[in-house]
């Protein structure tokens, strides 16, 4: 059985910083490419930050370029989202999803939330 769960969202201060983790089990990590979500309320999920399976390559909504990273860890079967400079608007549920052609899993997600 696939799980994908997604820890370390909570309530941040602007500019402030989280890191997002999330722990695969029961498919071979290192074959899927992995991506993180969000979904603030009454929007659409939207693509945050996607990784390449082996990690050398990584992709960024422009809204969160230069202050979120993707990275993974094959060995220990961990994608994470670190996120700095923080703003209202990342207010969200992020999720992380596991993609290999026309499979993908995806997580329960975490909130996120941005406020002073």
């Known amino acids: 059985q696939v799980q994908l769960v997604e820890s370390g969202g909570g309530l941040v201060q602007p500019g402030g910083s989280l890191r997002l983790s999330c722990a695969a089990s029961g498919l071979t990590f290192s074959v899927y490419a992995m991506s993180w979500y969000r979904q603030a309320p009454g929007r659409e999920r939207e693509l945050v930050a996607t990784i390449s399976s082996g990690g050398g390559s990584t992709t960024y909504a422009d809204s969160v370029k230069g202050r979120f990273t993707i990275s993974r860890d094959n060995v220990k079967n961990m994608v994470y989202l670190q996120m700095n400079s923080l703003k209202p608007e990342d207010t969200a549920a992020y999720y992380c999803?596991?993609?290999?052609?026309?499979?993908?899993?995806w997580g329960q997600g975490t909130q996120v939330t941005v406020s002073s």
């Open positions: 999803r596991a993609v290999l052609a026309l499979v993908n899993y």
